[in-house]
């Protein structure tokens, strides 16, 4: 089977590593507006399977036409590229997966479903770590109990040497945390979906080996679960995980204006805050050093008239052997997962759907672990 990587950043690399040794994979193609870039990619990370091209995004055409070469796509570009994606893919009637990153423009795809399901290609978006890895592993909750009453997910990758003062690295784009921390906050309370404040509820929370932690509401993270699971579930939340202090030091930074994107006259120059307060992140928070992915995902109902808890927890760190970070295997091994399914045949809903209602969690769960993820189920 042939599988498409659009996009040679650093989850598309990561996802050409891991594609290029998926079972029964015989071509991947990595594609990127670089050709440059994704010859660089191809050759580093394809395992001598893959071939590379140039390949804007935005041209529907030309995606189009790239796409009936291959079974599947996945997108590893950034979210503002996947409706059209997922229109060019229903054209070329190759199944496609991506990384998501905005509700809205999930929306705007699972509208689709009805195209996609007659053109007999599946379409799942907001795949990857969170959201992603985390709403497969919901699904798997949700068959261990008569009764679910609450889902409580846990995640954040970090640095494993944490600097003063905001102990945080930047392991992925700086726009997509600042998303997280300013935009609204999706959950459910007695069944039905809620809006809460970002940066608020903060939790203490421990990992073994790591110490104590903090966890606070994020945008995001939940992506489809509260539609999924609308009085399914009484209670289901999902908060990052951070080292101690964090969220006080950023908030403030936030609620002073520094998320805004109105410009602002500053000796004479325009300047929006945001794009200033991006460009400071990257500078000063870029170590590059070893990093840390975090997981904990704990389920609580009724099964057999007794409580029941299940508990759900993954430590991913840096490997120095393939040179992937912890945040790109655990983000983009997943989203790979769910291509090479689409592609082999293990996935058999067709249209535009979320992931925890069309992928087979043990089948996922298997393949996170053939990978290193190495996942543990406490019950």
Not at 108 to 124: R, T, Y
Not at 148 to 173: A, C, D, E, T
Not at 212 to 222: I, M, N, P, R, V
Not at 238 to 260: D, N, Q, V, W
């Amino acid at each position: 089977m042939k599988i498409a990587v659009l996009g040679a950043g650093l989850m598309g690399r990561a996802a050409v590593y891991d594609l290029s040794r998926a079972e029964g994979v015989t071509a991947v193609g990595v594609f990127d507006i670089d050709e440059k870039l994704a010859n660089e990619v191809a050759q580093r990370y394809g395992n001598n399977i893959a071939i590379a091209a140039a390949l804007d995004a935005g041209d529907a055409a030309a995606v189009t036409s790239v796409l009936r070469d291959y079974d599947a796509a996945l997108s590893c570009v950034t979210y503002k590229f996947n409706s059209g994606l997922t229109k060019a893919a229903i054209s070329a009637k190759c199944h496609l997966v991506d990384l998501g990153g905005n509700n809205d423009t999930v929306a705007e795809q699972l509208a689709m479903n009805d195209e996609a399901e007659k053109n007999n290609v599946i379409i799942i978006p907001d795949c990857g770590l969170a959201p992603g890895m985390v709403a497969v592993l919901c699904a798997d909750a949700f068959t261990k109990f008569d009764k679910i009453s609450s889902v409580k997910i846990r995640v954040g990758g970090l640095p494993q040497n944490p600097r003063p003062p905001l102990n945080y690295q930047m392991v992925f784009s700086a726009e997509g945390l600042i998303n997280e921390y300013w935009e609204p906050c999706v959950i459910l309370e007695n069944g039905r979906k809620k809006t809460v404040e970002p940066m608020s509820a903060i939790e203490e929370l421990e990992f073994e080996t790591i110490g104590k932690l903090e966890a606070f509401y994020t945008s995001g993270g939940t992506s489809t679960l509260p539609d999924s699971y609308l009085n399914k579930i009484d209670f289901l939340d999902y908060k990052t995980i951070r080292y101690p202090g964090h969220c006080e030091l950023f908030k403030t930074m936030l609620e002073i204006g520094l998320a805004s994107r109105e410009e602002i006259d500053v000796n004479g120059q325009n300047v929006i805050p945001r794009e200033l307060l991006k460009t400071v992140l990257n500078k000063n928070l870029s170590f590059d050093e070893p990093d840390l992915v975090l997981v904990r995902l704990t389920a609580e109902g009724k099964l057999n008239g007794r409580d029941h808890k299940v508990v759900y927890e993954l430590v991913d760190r840096f490997d120095q052997e393939t040179g992937l970070t912890a945040m790109m295997r655990s983000t983009s091994f997943p989203a790979a997962i769910v291509t090479w399914m689409a592609a082999s045949g293990k996935i058999s809903r067709r249209g535009c759907q979320p992931q925890e209602l069309v992928v087979d969690s043990k089948v996922f769960i298997e393949e996170l672990r053939k990978r290193g993820l190495n996942l543990t189920i406490r019950e």
